[in-house]
């Protein structure tokens, strides 16, 4: 690998178990990549962003990887807890103490500004899922230098989009890389990865 590489993907094969989706994937992410992760409903996109995040096995092939955050549909909010106790735990995961003013901050980034002490179990799906993007107003490469994304502009307004696209790309400019999966562009990319060429 690299040695300066966030993110190695090198013949890795996607899929569960047995059943294979694609061969011999491979990718190297840099500090400053923000690549597009593309390919059909079924290609296994997010099959891969777990493998990378270690949730699924590896079949074939070799990953290496930096610390990551990995933002998924399962979106990891406590309904018994407010806005802000979720965010300081997310954060806290990555030993981040957020004060009260970057905890208000990035709630602001993400619309959800006022709403810290709504108890999480009163807000839409849309809502609970910024509480998950909130995190990366304040997270930078030092905590974890590589961002998995899946479809991390799902259900978003085009303000939002727009936020939290320059946002991917200050991180990356500050050192890191993303690995985002999109049904729609996703501006500022450098890199895309399009599992139909890897497809068996």
Known sequence: MNSSAILSLENVSVGRGDFVLCNDVNLTLLAGDVCHLTGENGLGKTTLLNQIAGLLPTIQGKITKSKLVYISHQLGISPALTVTQ??????????????????????????????????????????KRRIGLARLFIMTPTHAPLWLLDEPLTALDIKMVGKLENRMQEFAKAGGAVLATSHQLIQGTNRTLDLAEFAL
């Open 86 to 127: 979720n965010l300081r735990f997310l954060l806290t995961l990555y030993q981040i103490q957020a004060n009260d003013d970057m905890i208000n901050q990035a709630l602001d980034e993400v619309g959800l500004y006022g709403l810290g002490d709504t108890s999480s179990i009163q807000l839409s799906a849309g809502q």
